[in-house]
């Protein structure tokens, strides 16, 4: 017997007290529980976000559009990232004015190669004020996940209000379930049994988040 054998064997005896007419998963679960905590306007539910990313020790910045590209720029000169990993649909302008090298997001970059470069630049799908939550879903703007995890220093760029919402479930309803996610709320860190926290141990050490002003939308929790 192979081992999928096995586990399909498994499987099907842990289903033989399931009835053919039990309801649906989508069904059996109530969700009726509330989407959000309070009643916040959009710049209340973005000051939210700015507190909870710093409170998740991010480090956050916020400008207008028109600045972006300098205050990115500004942020690689600072940290004095000499290479930055560029995924293949970020805006062209965000680091028109920076004075790194470019490092395309290939396929067969390995880990070593990833570990040696000093940043890294991406877009996100949506975030999360109540839990200080960014989440990346692979798109081209943002690149595939190892990128995100392996360099030092990640630079995410978060488009105010259109890309904010007030909590995870909200999230969960402009996400594709499909789609690799990514979910970060702060820098990477772990604490040991002392709750000594070690930080950079399963991704970048360093989180700066960019707010970005954009034309805002009629509705943040859209």
Known sequence: MSSRERILGRVQRALTDVRKDDPPYEQAV????????????VEQTVDLLAENLADYRAVVHRCAEAELGATIAGLLAERGSRTVVVPPGLEPSWLAAADAERITDRAESTPHE???????????AVAAAETGTIVLDGSSDQGRRRITLIPDHHICVVRVPDQVVSSVPQALQRLDPTRPLTWISGPSATSDIELDRVEGVHGP???EVVLVSVQPSADVNS
């Open 205 to 207: 050490r360093t989180l």
């Open 114 to 124: 990833l570990d040696q470069v000093d940043s890294v630049v991406t877009a996100c």
């Open 30 to 41: 109530r969700r009726d529980y509330l989407t959000e905590h309070g009643d916040r306007s």
